[in-house]
């Protein structure tokens, strides 16, 4: 394998990995008619394809989920789709899409898939990493060698522990020590380390091919939720990055560049990863809503002792009433959802290049993504409980699979808690106040409790 990042790196279906893995295979069919379709040229073409790879995954997602095996074909799926490419430059054959259309994917795709929908979220934060915290030499390099190789992007990134040390060789740095959680490495062509630079306070991302001697995965992610997005403890042995590497640091001083670092630009990070997460939450409330409709029309026995008896549990008033409740809900959070997106797709057009945006617009964006994860976690949560009520008891059945919805949403909302975000946008509200990004990546407290969560 390449260890330059500028060659043809191995497969990554090639690792090998004591836990069973899903057999790329399976999808045979469905690769075969993406790679004759061809990448899509419209929003809409983008979208559909989003919600074509959904109906794919949903329609064995409960005995996937039960299985518990590393998503090989699911990720294999997710690359003969193109969903990878969404947001890479047209001119290295990317799909030149902006945020706002990547997270109506990112939430298409979790709808049928919880687990699938956040890889596919992290995968596209991380592979536009150099965009933000990188120099322009190295957004252009690695956004071409990412889209070109269509490769899949794993992340090992938790500043809230200072597990994880970096040491300067010369022309190269060194790596050591281990993350607790990692989001989809194990199934990754790259991975995004990030490390405090041994004597500093600085921190250090980096991209280094996944499949070499240095990086070991303990395949120990087994929670109740998202069981397939393989994100469990990782260890870093003298894992070697070039200095050239190194993102938005310069190469001759060994500091980090102010012009890329010390901007609020380099902060819509966090931000553009919490706006990930509210939508592959609302994606996993709307496909729980989906799935029970179905299987309330299907499956669901009216109830005959409640003095008012129907034939079918359709035509039950509260059933009626708690679905019209859900869905109204939704729909609002859905219309919030994305009005955050167009703002963060507004930022991204208005100072993709020149990074020019100010703190309080920063700021801005921010409080709009609190709101969405406020919104999106109570309400998936909510509604994903919910669904029981109206589905039934048989609806318990672990052959059926309506809780993995709730597990899912559970799982990953507990890592971030939203009443710190409530607090945030109280500020906002009662005192226009706005979270600040300060100096370096790492240095603001304000960021570090952002940071903390970028890996569940």
Not at 18 to 31: E, G, V
Not at 119 to 137: F, I, K, P, Q, R
Not at 226 to 237: A, Q
Request: with cysteine; proline share 4%.
């Amino acid at each position: 394998m390449a260890s330059s990042l500028t060659g043809v790196v191995t497969s990554v279906f090639h690792k090998a990995s004591p836990n069973p893995s899903s057999d790329p295979a399976i999808y045979d069919i469905h690769h075969q008619k993406f790679t004759s379709d061809k990448l899509p040229s419209t929003t809409e073409g983008w979208l559909e394809r989003a919600r074509r790879v959904s109906e794919i995954l949903a329609e064995d997602a409960p005995v996937r989920d039960d299985e518990n095996k590393t998503p090989l074909a699911e990720i294999a799926l997710l690359k003969s789709s193109g969903l990878l490419k969404l947001l890479g430059p047209k001119a290295f054959g990317g799909g030149g899409q902006g945020w706002d259309v990547a997270y109506k994917a990112i939430r298409e795709v979790a709808k049928g898939d919880g687990s699938i929908g956040m890889l596919l979220g992290y995968h596209l934060l991380w592979s536009t990493t150099a965009n933000l915290v990188g120099t322009d030499e190295q957004k252009d390099r690695f956004q071409k060698t990412i889209i070109e190789n269509n490769y899949f992007i794993g992340g090992a990134v938790n500043p809230r522990d200072n597990d994880l040390k970096i040491t300067d060789h010369g022309d190269h740095l060194i790596f050591d020590g281990q993350k607790h959680f990692n989001t989809g490495g194990v199934v990754s062509d790259l991975t995004v380390l990030e490390g405090v630079l041994e004597g500093t306070q600085d921190h250090i991302f980096a991209f280094v091919t996944t499949v070499q001697d240095g990086i070991t995965f303990a395949h120990n992610w087994n929670n109740v939720g998202l069981r397939l997005t393989e994100s469990g403890s990782i260890k870093i042995s003298q894992v070697k990055v070039p200095w050239v590497n190194a993102l938005g640091w310069d190469i001759v001083t060994r500091k980090p560049n102010p012009a890329v670092l010390s901007i609020p630009f380099a902060t819509l990070l966090l931000p553009t990863i919490q706006l990930v997460f509210s939508n592959f939450y609302l994606g996993i409330a709307l496909g729980s809503l989906q799935f029970a409709t179905s299987y309330t029309k299907t499956s669901t026995r009216a109830w005959p002792y409640g003095g008012d008896n129907k034939t079918s549990a359709s035509e039950e008033f509260y059933i009626l009433e708690r679905y019209g409740n859900f869905f109204a809900h939704l729909q609002a959070a859905e219309a919030l959802v994305d009005r955050a997106g167009e703002e963060a797709a507004g930022i991204y057009a208005k100072y993709g290049r020149d990074r020019g945006v100010s703190e309080r617009e920063r700021g801005e964006l921010a409080e709009w993504v609190a709101s969405t994860k406020i919104v999106t976690t109570e309400e998936g949560l909510r509604v994903t409980a919910g669904v029981f009520e109206v589905t039934g008891s048989r609806a318990t059945g672990k052959k059926v699979g309506l809780d993995r919805f709730w597990r899912d949403i559970r799982t990953h909302s507990l890592h971030d808690p939203v009443a710190y975000k409530n607090r945030e946008v109280g500020e906002f509200a009662l005192l226009d106040k706005v979270s600040l990004s300060l100096s370096c990546l790492g240095k603001s407290r304000a960021l570090d409790a952002d940071f903390a969560y970028l890996d569940p």
